[in-house]
């Protein structure tokens, strides 16, 4: 007659050999769509994807429709890149429009220049692209911080403009909010941001940070996942490498700089605090759309 212990030492076998198994099953998974994902991504980007060389940087853009429609372009919102309009891209699309999204600095397959950039200089590079394109006036569209560099657009580039959509930024001045604070009121307020703000790893590969931010419970390749996923100078893959010096906003007195000595800040990040829509649009001449959530704590009142 067996043991208690060995039939005990025979079920954690069996158990841990079928855990190993299904571990092993995972892996093998993942990895097969991490390589399926890759074609995919390729396969995207030969559809929709290209590249153009402004005096600031190589720029990575989308592009979905006939250039014959009215164009559409689309400025994404921080940490994020022009892949955040693919899944209503072919909607868009359909209502008769020529959609264009880019990557600026720092986000999707666009570098961080090596000198010091804005918001006005991907104004710039928008202009430039329009110009490559052949595109006289477009709509010009942004989400967050998108959404204030579509008002440094219109600031310098009023008469390419056909109208403007603002997501969640680009009505409102950044700053507004913060100024109305007394100190020890805003030091509280900044904390408590770096106190609940999320950081994104880095890995040592592609696959790593591909397995670490794939959604299990999605499934599919999720082959969009590659174009947030961006290699830093010391080889290490992440979402956003840079971004936050880019911005001025990596600890708290970078952040305060931002808001009460914007000279102090990166010229991206002083150029965020010196966007004025109630100056910008003071003479506003084409038709603007303000996408907003609305709750009893706004940051901005963009309603008003």
Known sequence: MKSIFTLILLQFLIYYNSYAQDSLNQALKIRLRYDSAKVE???????????????????????????????????HGSFTNGYELSGIANDIVKKGYY??????????????????VSLYHVADDIKNLMEVKKIKRAVIGGWSRG?????AFYDSYPD??????????????TNTYYHKMGEVQLNERVKKIFKDRFSYSKYENQFEAYKAYYDYSEGGTQFKLLAWITIDEGGSWSIG????????MKNEVQFLDNILRPTKASLFGESMSIVEPKIVYRNLMVPMLILDPVSDDDIFQYEK
């Not at 959609?99 to 010091?116: Q, R």
């Not at 959404?147 to 008002?151: D, E, F, K, R, Y």
Request: aromatic share 12%; glycine share 12%.
């Open 41 to 75: 991504f390729k396969n995207y980007e030969k559809m929709h994807g290209g590249f153009i060389q402004t005096k600031n940087i190589k720029m990575h853009y989308l592009e979905w429709g006939n250039p014959k429609d009215t164009p559409l372009i689309w400025i």
């Open 99 to 116: 959609l264009i999204a880019i990557d600026y600095y720092g986000h999707g397959l666009t570098k961080i220049p090596k000198h010091e």
């Open 147 to 151: 959404g204030v560099i579509a008002t």
């Open 160 to 173: 390419n403009v056909l109208a403007l959509i603002l997501e969640d930024g680009g009505s409102v001045s």
């Open 241 to 248: 490498p840079g971004v936050e010096d880019l911005f001025n």
